[in-house]
């Protein structure tokens, strides 16, 4: 049994005798007898002690391998192995944060709402866009909502997805467009790029989702994908890295009209994929069906600075069958973290990121093009991830290389290899990376 | 920087990180990468690509940074602080050991698309997660995937809708009763149904002749809360599922109030096809200031080969676990395997609490909210005034009417008094409802001291109009904020 | 349990952990040793000793005990809240790393009595560390045992005493400054010294010709801080130094204000032969409320073999460092090898500042605190307003004879505007001494923050009278807690 | 260089300005120009980031084999292997903790007051003496403290001290009293026990110094100790084991006058030995020779509860070279961690360990004792710790049984070992290290 529970037995006796019940039992008089468990019934161990029960976390951790000097991360596709600074870890971690409520009541929620303002502000800024939201669950559901925003706003079913979004990304979009009807086209690539084809063929549409940069790592034409949605009378929706906002225009400057993507490379390891960070953003015309939380600035009633949650008519708990979305709870803490790692690169730190990566990429990318077999995958432009090909399958190829203490990348369906590098990847372990690669497929 | 902005000391306003950047100062540093080309921007980016001007983030020293979010917690309220009797919202303690589990660096450092040889220890923690939440609702199968309560919800709509379709037919209709939460009529609708709505009766439970008139072979099915959002029990459980059932409907459990049940009654026994539960509530993931959560979604044996997938399964071989897709997913609801840090913290809160220890659980949540009806009685309206399950709804209808106290006063007056609120105005069958849900881990003595607060507070309502007073900010004006929108600090 | 405790919405007082005592609760769990024998008490122990009663400790829940002690830290000012200028401190901002660094498991778990062979990564870290603080001070060979400065005292003089005694002749008096910090004439007496006290000259600092009237052959040595605590460098120096070693005394250093002069000026090249370093001032161990600190000791060549040991070193064979002990060592001066994880922390701090950022450290301090004297001039007496290093001391005299403004009354008022006070009535040479040290850590703005409070109070001197109203507590009557002793729960 | 002077050079360049100086050189001009370092004279590296550090940090840590699943401790002697919950650890972490000073301005630092407040009822509580202070360095600084204290009431400079005391600890006494001149006198031990010798020959001395249970681990009887120190007018020194005191009389119980002790077992982790937590706890007659700081209870203005640090003219600060001791700065944090830890064990959970404890010792000596070659090393009683002879070096011993998996102990100078056993131990493990230690004897 666990230890959380207060209550002592002369307690729980005194306080059913004042109800005047003499047994826990008959709290749950009004459950059928027919459907109520005996005590024991269920199937399941007892409780253990904590430190038993960290024991076996820790046994079920070990059957792991995780990232780190034993198992170098060359591995992306929507999940980035960036440094963790421990000031972000502790703070975020301060209990304030980590054990408060969704802030309903903004009189002693002023730490929760005004990180989130902040937040949003940076979240905003990198999009290139002017509002954004306090966060929905993960790129993938960032999508659906981007996409549920442009159908609402244009009152049309049709979206065009290109096939450079990621395959989980799309698999979810899928997967939700059989609830609200949504006609999904996939748009090919070319080479690394979305071939959206000529505006002039383009049919109506609600929105165009286009990843940037793609999901192959390449930079795609934003101008492009603005020309079509123009041509189609779609919302451009982009989702984007936010750390190639380190270096590259923002989706904003080329007119998009909504801004999503995972914030997981600000301040969140890797976690195994989640809990991620679903960032949401879009023009301030779309407002009023922003998905989820908004955080606003106010006062209070002797008018100093004050943050609260706002437009909430948009919300489920308000407007029920007709909300914007159907998120309630959305990952706060995970944009408290994205904040504070934000906070702690800076304006400078965020352009190094980006730089370093983009180095260690272009490093990485020079090494394995210069190992007989492996060629590009594709032509365009990348930031920090790219692909190739190899003589070898590349899931044999990526456990192989794990016995070498590498995670190689994220295989590919085509058969090619999809890497990645971040600011954390030195020299060194790219040649040692290298050379791996170049063992294992001989 | 000032740290009067700290109700330790002053209670003025903190500035923001964007008021505390000076041009040119940092908190970064990075390794040393060793490359000999040190590529400039140029070298590495086409230049239409490339941003003229880097971003503005901000630019703050490491300990400015730390001073600014650390002064930031002393003005937020937790569970770690105090009582938080949040109705609907389970605010229980989070025990810190699962603080210590989630963390493990062979948890928190594995890739999501590392190969299954390299994640052999997480997916053999999400299938014991899997089982033991099937065991513990009565149910056959579960996805781990959706990271939220909505997110369950609209999955099991879109699993409810699926196996329709594989029966051969369409339905347009799904049941919430009016007492329901706004997540499900908002979930009804993404999931491509109607919401139609079944009034409560006078005991506060699903109206069953109402009901009966509702149900048609367009329904495809139904969403309940039990016990419900007034904290009561459907005692009707059984013959709402037969009703439901006999119409070929599907019967939905939102979980939220699974706390309450624990090793005493489970969804599946009362006749529920799809269940989706809230870690975040019942199994202590801690809230984060609103998320993350997780969502799990199980189902009886005949909608398992509906759930989305992959879900990690035991080899034939034995030779460890391998990822399946079941025959007719739905598909991905997550862009991977859910939250799964969330999920391992409620895998150590089930290891330590066990199957004797989950049942003290709900036993204790009911008993403190009964006491806690009880000792409020004739203090505040209690609607419903019979046993209630590990919440009930109190109401200042009466005070309203004879003295002016409103629920929102209360709320923002217990916030003196040194509790959070309960949760105010849900559900909306309630007038100037008080939903107040202790949680187990709260002790007889704070109960007490909550009850004497909540007495004070109906003996003063003028005083309560005036509150809080003590708070780093007063009551807040919530109508500017909507009506002169600023949303970021650039558009101050 | 009531969170009123907590100034973020209430001012009332915490219960102590015995006032929230209940008996029976519990936060305990023990893993299952799985003893078949379960011996009880009496199997084991001799009834003689075997206590009839537990001692009561306390009986709480983990959510109580939590919640209790998460709400005193609301009631506590600390570096991670705002600016702490207090002199002699050096109330620096401490990197979170070095936290990251010193929970290192392969550090923290280690066994001080283990063989040499398993912890020959302690051994190079604490013999690195040394080497590091004999090259900042210009010394020779280091003990890392004393855990704090007094205990570096300590050591010190117990170290000249035995270089004096293997010179064949007993010395009795040790000189100090009238500026000296109190641990050094308390030192000085536990070292079986007597203390002759040199006055400080009109520019602060040591009379010469006083201190050459105290020299002879009966004086150990001299204690001396420099820059000593008014902030002061001591120029004539190498002229103490000089006279000090022709009656055969030895200079000790009190490396209290150390982080003035990192990789400026080294106390070995100003002549000092033994120096006390507090890591937790200078290198950024976090002060912990009062401590752990560490207050390693340095010497000179010609000292190295009264150290204390076991010092680590490396093997002539090289492999690995080995355990020694000097020659004629003094013996050991802490339980183990002194604080450990506050040295593994420092060293976090040297390797990530490395010998570069450590100038600059001092750099920015000095520059920090020369410019809040000169912001300050006019506003506060400035005694000694000459070029100062890391730290100053501003007086209320003028003010307190014009207005009654004492230096405690600043004290408390500066609480209000959010900062912690300077230290007070220190040195005792300056009447209503502010000593203040603002540390390299404080940006620019909130210098500017502090000297505009700093201002307004000395504008208001009746107003600082009443301070602090917006502390957890007013003024505390110390005068009562001393006549009335209440030491503890149970002397209530 | 580090990262955390925050000062831009726009910022530095306009600082000088405002003082008239033109580099930050010229700060320093008081100090004599000929012993004045130029930039970069130090042989130092130049710094590290943050990521660099936690490496090298890493890489040192790597090199030491730490107690864990792959070195189950078995060593004790004065550093104890027990369970530290989680709460604990978060607790006395959170940075209100670490990052205050000591106590000086009361009105904000009620947190830290009360906590100690706390702290010292608990340990005058499990000293069975009435006032306690807010903690010294260690178990040795205490012993010294204890002497200085009972010194300074009977101005007789002969202590008298058991050799059951801990070596370390005795040669820290032994250390420190070169300067204080006290004449130190060892009190043998016989069996495992402090042979006192006959109350009846006792000559004055100021301090009886004992351990309990002492260094063997063997329960001294304190009644002989009260008696004998009676007959020589000294106080009654007990150093005691804090977990002994949930199962054995309390010394003060036996009439100790001091109680000193190392508080390492409540909270601290094994820490290579620092920074632990010197108790100090003695009857109130004594409170104004008491050494270090004292908290204590009174009223604000306004009449509320409120500690604040009192009988300050003990202290150096204030009595100089008069003072009772010259410690300032102490183990606080340390003292934190420790009360936070007993509010977590309580009564129960105290009476709890240290019975678990002495189980696993009893278990492991049965186990020890039954091996061909292993002999006990005395028979006095014991609780959780107790010594042995094998036929092997101690030394040699410890050195193989880590190639077991074990730290076995902690060899004795006359050839015995030292074995602990706490809460953390169980069947299994002592059963696997009697085997292993079977193994290498034989
Ligand atoms: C009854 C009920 N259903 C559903 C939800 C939605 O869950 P979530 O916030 O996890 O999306 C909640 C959350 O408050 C709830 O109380
Ligand atoms: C000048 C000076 N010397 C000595 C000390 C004593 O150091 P510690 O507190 O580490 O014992 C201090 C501490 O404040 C000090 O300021």
Excluded at chain 2, 390 to 398: Q, Y
Excluded at chain 2, 457 to 470: G, M, S, V, Y
């Amino acid at each position: 049994m666990g230890h959380y529970v207060p209550h002592t037995d002369d307690e729980i006796a005194s306080m059913l005798a004042f109800m005047g019940l003499s047994s826990l039992d008959e709290l749950f008089d009004a459950v059928p007898a027919a459907m109520r468990l005996a005590a024991g019934s269920l199937h399941m161990a007892d409780g253990l002690s904590e430190f038993e029960t960290l024991d076996e976390m820790a046994r079920l951790a070990s059957l792991n391998r995780a990232c780190g000097p034993d198992l170098v991360c060359f591995a992306g596709g929507g999940a980035y192995d960036h440094e963790l600074p421990a000031a972000v870890k502790r703070l975020a971690f301060r209990s304030e944060f980590v054990t408060a409520y969704t802030p309903y009541q903004p009189e002693v929620a002023q730490g929760v709402l005004q990180t989130l303002f902040e937040y949003q502000t940076l979240v905003a800024r990198l999009s290139g866009v002017e509002v954004a939201n306090a966060s929905l669950y993960d790129g993938a559901s960032a999508c659906v909502e981007g996409l549920n925003l442009a159908v609402a706003a244009t009152r049309n079913q049709r979206v065009l997805v290109s096939a450079g979004v990621h395959p989980n990304w799309r698999a979810v979009v899928d997967t939700f467009a059989v609830g609200t009807g949504h006609e999904v086209e996939m748009v090919p690539l070319q080479d690394g790029l979305t071939a959206w084809g000529d505006p002039v063929d383009a049919k109506p549409a609600s929105a165009v989702l286009v990843q940037f940069p793609n999901y192959l790592g390449c930079i795609e034409d934003l101008r492009q994908a603005r020309a079509y949605a123009d041509a189609a009378g779609a919302l451009l929706v982009v989702a984007f890295d936010p750390v190639a906002s380190g270096l590259l225009n923002t989706p904003g400057s080329y007119g998009a009209d909504v801004v999503v993507g995972e914030g997981q490379p600000f301040g969140t390891p890797l976690s195994f994929g989640g809990p991620y960070l679903g960032l949401f953003a879009c023009k301030l015309e779309h407002v009023r069906r922003l998905p989820g939380r908004l955080v606003g600035e106010t006062v209070d009633v002797e008018g100093r600075r004050a943050y609260v949650t706002t437009l909430r008519t948009r919300e489920q708990d308000i407007r029920r069958e007709k909300a914007s979305s159907n998120v309630c709870t959305n990952q706060t803490l995970i944009a408290v973290c994205c904040a504070i790692q934000l906070g702690w690169l800076g304006t400078g730190g965020l352009r190094e990121l980006a730089l370093r990566s983009a180095r260690a990429a272009r490093a990485t990318r020079q090494a394995l093009l210069a190992l007989d077999g492996v060629v590009a995958h594709n032509h365009a432009p990348v930031l920090r991830e790219f692909a190739v090909r190899t003589p070898l399958d590349p899931h044999v190829l990526v456990d192989r290389m794990a016995d070498e203490g590498f995670l190689a990348g994220v295989p590919l369906d085509d058969g090619g290899l999809l890497v990645a590098a971040t600011e954390r990847r030195t020299r060194d372990e790219i040649d040692r990376y290298a050379s791996a690669i170049e063992k294992v497929i001989r | 920087m000032k740290a009067t902005s700290i109700p330790l000391m002053g209670r003025e306003e903190e500035p923001t990180l964007f008021d505390l950047s000076e041009p040119g100062r940092r908190a970064w540093s990075f390794r040393d990468q060793g490359f000999a080309e040190e590529w400039a921007a140029e070298d590495l980016i086409p230049a239409e690509h490339l941003a003229a001007e880097p971003v503005p983030v901000a630019q703050v020293s490491e300990r400015d940074l730390v001073g600014h979010f650390t002064r930031l917690t002393h003005r937020q309220y937790s569970v770690d602080l105090g009582a938080y009797p949040l109705g609907s919202c389970t605010m229980k303690y989070n025990p810190k050991l699962c603080d210590d589990a989630a963390g493990l660096a062979g948890l928190a450092n594995v890739h999501p698309a590392a190969p299954a040889s390299l994640t052999q220890g997480w997916m053999a923690l999400l299938s014991d997660l899997a089982d033991a939440l099937c065991e513990i609702t009565g149910m056959s199968a579960c996805t781990l995937q959706p990271p939220a309560g909505a997110a369950g919800e609209l999955t099991g709509l879109l699993l409810m809708r699926a196996w329709h379709e594989a029966q051969g037919r369409q339905r347009s209709k799904v049941i919430i009763p009016d007492s329901a939460h706004g997540t499900n009529p908002a979930s009804v609708t993404l999931g491509g149904y109607q919401t139609v709505t079944v009034p409560s009766d006078d005991r506060g439970c699903v109206d069953l002749a109402a009901l009966r008139e509702r149900l048609d072979d367009d329904v495809a099915g139904i969403m309940l809360t039990n016990p419900n959002t007034l904290g009561l029990f459907e005692e009707e459980i059984t013959e709402i599922a037969a009703a439901v059932h006999e119409v070929g409907g599907l019967l939905y459990y939102d979980g939220a109030n699974l706390n309450a049940i624990l090793g005493v009654v489970r969804p599946g026994d009362m006749g529920f096809d799809i269940v989706h539960m809230n870690l975040h509530k019942t199994f202590a993931v801690p809230h984060g200031g609103g998320g993350p959560g997780a969502g799990p979604v199980a189902v009886s044996e005949r909608l398992a080969e509906f759930l989305p997938g992959p879900l990690p399964a035991l080899r034939p071989d034995g030779g460890g676990y391998e990822w399946t897709v079941p025959a007719r997913s739905i598909g991905r609801v997550h862009s991977w395997h859910g939250n799964a840090l969330a999920l391992a913290r409620a895998w150590s809160y089930i290891l330590v609490n066990g199957g004797d220890g989950l049942r003290r659980v709900a036993e204790a949540a009911v008993l403190n909210a009964n006491w806690l009806r009880h000792r409020l009685r004739g203090v505040y309206d209690i609607p419903f005034d019979r046993p209630n399950m590990h919440e009930f709804v109190a109401s200042t209808k009466s005070l309203k009417k004879a003295a002016g106290l409103r629920a929102l006063d209360v709320a923002k007056r217990l916030l003196e008094e040194g509790f959070h609120s309960p949760t105010v105005y849900f559900p909306l069958i309630v007038e100037e409802a008080l939903m107040i849900e202790p949680t187990e881990t709260e002790s007889p003595q704070t109960l007490e001291d909550l009850a004497d607060a909540l007495e004070r507070i109906a003996a003063d309502p003028e005083d309560a109009a005036l509150a809080p007073r003590t708070t780093p900010v007063g009551r807040v004006d919530e109508a500017r904020a909507a009506r002169h929108l600023i949303p970021t600090w650039d558009a101050r």
